[in-house]
């Protein structure tokens, strides 16, 4: 009896090819036998969440379920939480370079690489989560993604949104610009660039040290994502003040990363499954943050006593312009970034015209009397 | 030698699956024959859209091609357009019966049948897209759509949204409520009901009727969608004022619909194609139209003299109020009706609750200077 040892055996979910094993030259037998084998890639994803981590990484780890079961089992995609195959900073390089076929995070990590990668994360007073899978999808915006990742041997995909997030935590309450000058908050990215034009001190720190920093005064402050994500940090045990609404995170986009000669190499329909499941897990991580945000918020006010804020206007204002003159100092830095950002600047005055008179009108109607 | 003639051969995109043909009792071959076969399945889509139809008919026919390339052609969906196997208004029926495996519309055309089903499509200053998808998916939504269905045979999916849509086309202003007194305005469902209370009335003309309507004065006003479809239809022509926001419909749903029996037969790989597809075409309609809105506006605008419009806070204080009593009526005249309603009542308190801290005080605060 023959067997084919290049083939993986595989109790496949539904796939109804059949072998038929033949018998060497010792009479063929006339049932066929059923085995259901086919050639089964495995991928590795790397993250950089920590393994179970709310919405950010269960997001990626659906992802992966997802992809494997539509695959019916012939696309196995593994999961390793930051850390356990690399550190969560080096997933851009891990996948660039094939030691994993694919990666969860944040474009934002990468602007010392690329720096017009900041556009397809958060940029301050920038885009809805609406609104980003627009441009990505229907303006551009991801043809430009895939510009500036192609000579990292990358293909990026839009694959979770955390919505709006929450402004951040403070321990004094903030009534004008002066209550920034010296503050000491944990704001990386675009957000930090903007806090530095306004008299305020970012500072970068991984999730895991932002609790104590906060709590021996190492900062004065910090944001985080949102109340689902935040209650979960306990943040409200060591800061007094919830400020909303989070101008510098407004829709942040969770980025899905493939090595393009892996991605390449698979068959179409397997292409258009990793590429549907992506576009799925860009839309169930919304739904989740949009429906788990309320709950945690009223857990937060009402059983531990937060303090819920707005920024006043007049430091709304102030922000706004200072975002502005930041992206435009980050846009002038390197001509990629000033392509993308032509679009993106392109693309928020056609769509917000329209959301004028569509989402704006609309939820401030509603919410009259 | 034997074959099976069971199995249709196809060309399977990717697929590696190979068949070894074994010769009865003949000498067996050492070589596999490679033949890529696999059991296909044929699926009819029945829509209610005419051929074409940007946006929702298009919407109904990228979900077929994605069923069907995901599924590397082992599930093939033809798409019929509204009359082609069956009217528009019979898709519901010919799923349930299985003259059509699958069907794709909006679950207003229900309500005669089923009158829960007016909760998963537009509700006057119901969900915005956002809200609905995570009322849906996050929220006991989708279930209680399924529990509705369930008796028809029936499994629904969201299968694409609108996002806000326009107020409608008039000829004369809007200044008070007095304005609707007798005003004779195409307005479908729920709207419909509203616009009786508030002393207007309702008309219900499919869409290949409104501009004759319109026209010749059988009707003094009329909605459709937004400007995306509206200026396809020419109804700037026929109307001179163009009113915003869209009360009635603040985040159309359309849905996909699969005979139960059939969806059921399919092996567990490609029910998670089905679904993650269906998932993809929901996002795909909503970022298509986010984008092309604004385009369209601008020539209504710019080029057709359309003149733009908001209604007056007093209009929308009634609207509002007419709105809820309709709500409530609907829900005391059946069990299931009230079941959905109070669901949706309760998602809608929390996620507006959480909107006002994110969503809602994000976009003014941008738009404030």
């Not at 950010?56 to 089992?73: D, Q, V």
């Not at 301050?124 to 609406?130: I, L, N, V």
């Not at 010296?182 to 040290?209: A, D, Q």
């Amino acid at each position: 009896m023959k067997t084919i040892k290049t083939w993986s055996k595989l109790a496949l979910v539904g796939l109804t090819a059949t072998l038929v094993a033949c018998g060497g030259s010792e009479k063929a037998e006339d049932t066929a036998k059923v085995e259901k084998q086919v050639e089964v890639i495995n991928w590795k994803m790397v993250t950089t969440w920590p393994k179970n981590f709310p919405g950010l990484g269960t997001g990626a780890e659906g992802l992966a379920k997802s992809i494997t079961e539509m695959s019916g089992g012939r696309l196995n995609v593994k999961v390793y939480a930051a850390g356990e195959l690399v550190p969560a900073l080096e997933i851009f390089d891990a996948v660039s370079r094939g030691t994993a076929q694919m990666g969860h995070g944040g474009a934002f990590y990468w602007k010392g690489k690329v720096p017009a990668s900041q556009f397809f994360s958060a940029v301050p007073f920038g885009f809805t989560a609406q609104e980003m899978n627009s441009w990505l999808h229907n303006g551009g915006g991801l043809e430009l993604w895939e510009e500036i990742y192609e000579p990292f041997n990358l293909i990026p995909m839009a694959a979770g949104n955390t919505g709006v997030q929450m402004g951040g935590w403070f321990n004094k309450e903030i009534n004008s610009l002066d209550d920034f000058q010296g503050l000491k908050m944990r704001l990386p990215g675009l957000g930090g660039e903007v806090l530095k034009k306004v008299g305020g001190t970012p500072v970068n720190l991984p999730g895991g040290e932002i609790f104590t920093a906060l709590q021996t005064g190492t900062i004065d402050a910090t944001e985080w994502v949102g109340p689902y994500n935040d209650l979960a940090f306990g943040l409200h045990k060591v800061a007094k003040f919830y400020y909303y609404p989070g101008w510098h995170e407004p829709g942040s986009t969770m980025e899905a990363l493939f090595n393009k000669d892996a991605f390449e190499a698979l068959p179409k329909d397997l292409q258009l499954i990793v590429r549907a499941a992506t576009r799925q897990a860009n839309a169930v991580m919304l739904d989740e943050f949009t429906a788990r945000n309320n709950a945690a918020l009223e857990t937060l006010v009402n059983e531990h006593n937060v303090i819920l804020k707005q920024f006043p206007k007049e430091v709304f204002s102030a922000l706004k312009k200072a975002s502005a003159e930041t992206l435009d100092e980050v846009a002038a830095a390197d001509p990629m970034s000033q392509k993308v950002y032509n679009s993106f600047k392109d693309f928020s005055k056609k769509v917000r015209a329209w959301h004028e008179v569509s989402e704006r009108a609309y939820i401030n109607a509603r919410a009259d009397n």
